[in-house]
């Protein structure tokens, strides 16, 4: 019995080590999270804010929305043709093993919805962004 303790003993997870990697994985994904929420935010005033006024604008024409849903629809079915076509649809529930080959086509589709009005809110995205780092972080944590 006392050889099995010490053998699991050898095998147990450094906790240090650990308490580490998630305080770098924290630190990693709430960097990431709010840069690309910055990125849509300053986007998002750009387009609706700063272009009509350029513009000579006070503010946003009736027409203005649908030249901006045309174009965040061209740049979603832009990201369809990527590699990865954007991800799983949302019917199959959330996929946290996206292959990183995917991702950018999946945070281009996020980033074009999300600009131009046609999606609701950034938490699909901020998933597969943070479930992203992670997989980068582990993997160089392994090759370490």
Known sequence: MNDNAAILAERAPDLKAMRRLLLIAVIVAAIGATAFLLVVHELQTLVFSSLPDAMGYASAPWWW??????????????????????????????????PLRIVPSILLAAIASLVFGIALGP????????????????????NA
Not at 128 to 138: F, Y
């Open 65 to 98: 929305a649908a030249i901006l849903l045309l174009i965040g629809a061209s740049l979603v079915a832009v990201a369809q043709r990527l590699p990865g076509h954007t991800g799983s649809g949302p019917l199959t529930g959330f996929h946290f093993d996206n």
């Open 123 to 142: 938490e699909a995205p901020l998933i597969v962004l943070g479930s992203a780092l992670g997989l980068i972080l582990l993997s160089r944590s392994k």
